[in-house]
DNA sequence: CCTCGATGATCAGAATACGCATGGGGTGCC
DNA sequence: GGCACCCCATGCGTATTCTGATCATCGAGG
């Protein structure tokens, strides 16, 4: 896991690097708030812990930035202040836990690795992979293997949603709801249409299908079978 | 959300119940650990609290069932022991956060939402277990010992109704009703057809059988007899 | 211990449902 | 008006399901 620890107390902060280092992460540590926000904005991370106190801009101000820019990483906040009150405040910041100073350094590792299980996919991605397929969301173009594909609007959005999808298998009534945002069924071959369309331009010059036909279930996107 | 609670003190029970449905929460209550592991396992929350302490099973059993089973509903674990120790085997056995009592409610209320935040979006379980038989429901995927099985729309309704009775006798009607949707009786052998295929599948390679045939009765898909 | 009826297992062909490709018509946008 | 794009209908090929016949097994009763 990448875990990025933002606490001024220099060694402190040192103490808990070496620790989680040690059980397998890569950490990365910010002295203040100002360059705990940069990183934490700038860089991915699977988990953060963030001091209360700190000089520059204050911690829970921290949490509330990235959360409102949308970032949903999981974060420890970290304080000597145990009040119910403010563990309350922590966590309606958008922290995820709350731990009091001082702490044993293995609860605050099992902590993390609890947050950190439960949403290893979260950041809002522009950008979905699968094989040597690759879809760009902003720029709205997909390629493969280097390859230049071009889609229409719709068939754009049925494989992006089979790419968000990969690996499981996709409804019919799954692409209705989101891909036509139809309630309904309507009754025709609308999707398979559409799936045929989308296997010319994706699977047709290539050796490796990707889209599959699950009969009597959906479709699905991945490598072999 | 809907929250499941399992703790034997009556009082505190009602008491979290009645503040978690203030706060716009549905809530289940288990009063022993033999009832909540049924209701963790049959039905679907977005979190639970668990007391730590409690007659029959355990607290921590129940979190290592769920979660050996393939659920990961996220979990609070509730408890007067509040060592640094005690906490660290709650959050190893697979709990999400880690209270001690007496707690302030909203405390508690907080991080069961800051809990609940993260997963809203988890798949509504995902895959069965049955000794060494596993399904993903969303890859449509079964495999034995690590052997991939390949099963027709058909036989794999029939299959994940049996592993979700499993240790049950199913009776043809059942499997009719719930696997076919037929509400009378075919008067055919067609559930004996696709029980034998399924034996191919499932039971052909491997030396301990999981398909039993129950004379007169139906069927049951265990380990042994 | 053997026999016989009932229950369950297996097999192969027939019937069916499902998914695919294609072309044409409609609609809305430049 | 022309061009994209999207949706619908058709007919075809095939995977899946169901049926009915035959064979195997079980267990009660003589």
Redesign the pocket.
């Known amino acids: 896991m990448r875990i990025l620890i933002i606490e001024d107390d220099q060694e402190a902060s040192a103490y808990l690097a070496k620790g989680l280092k040690e059980a397998g992460h890569t950490v990365d540590q910010a002295g203040n708030g100002t360059d705990g926000l940069f990183l934490a904005t700038t860089e991915r991370y699977d988990a953060m812990v963030v001091d209360r106190m700190l000089p520059g801009v204050d911690g829970l101000t921290i949490v509330q930035t990235i959360r409102g820019a949308g970032n949903t990483t999981p974060v420890l906040i970290l304080s000597a202040l145990g009040k119910v009150d403010d563990r309350v405040k922590g966590l309606k910041a958008g922290g995820d836990d709350y731990l009091v100073k001082p702490y044993a350094f293995a609860e605050l590792l099992a902590r993390i690795e609890a947050l950190g299980r439960r949403t290893s996919a979260s950041q809002p991605e522009t950008r979905l992979k699968v094989e040597d397929l690759e879809m760009d969301l902003l720029a709205r173009t997909v390629n493969r293997s280097g390859q230049d594909i071009?889609?229409?609007?719709?068939?754009?959005?049925l494989l992006e949603y089979l790419m968000r999808h990969a690996g499981q298998v996709v409804t019919?009534t799954m692409l209705l709801e989101n891909v036509?945002e139809?309630h309904f069924d309507?009754?025709?071959?609308?999707?398979?249409?559409?799936?045929?369309?989308l296997?010319?331009k994706v699977d047709k010059d290539f050796d490796q299908p990707l889209?599959?036909?699950?009969?009597?279930?959906?479709?699905t996107l991945r490598a072999q079978r």
């Not at 309507?186 to 249409?193: E, F, G, K, Y």
């Not at 889209?211 to 479709?219: N, P, Q």
């Open positions: 071009d889609l229409q609007p719709r068939e754009f959005r019919r036509w139809y309507p009754q025709t071959n609308l999707i398979d249409v559409h799936i045929s369309r296997r010319q889209i599959h036909t699950v009969r009597g279930a959906g479709y």
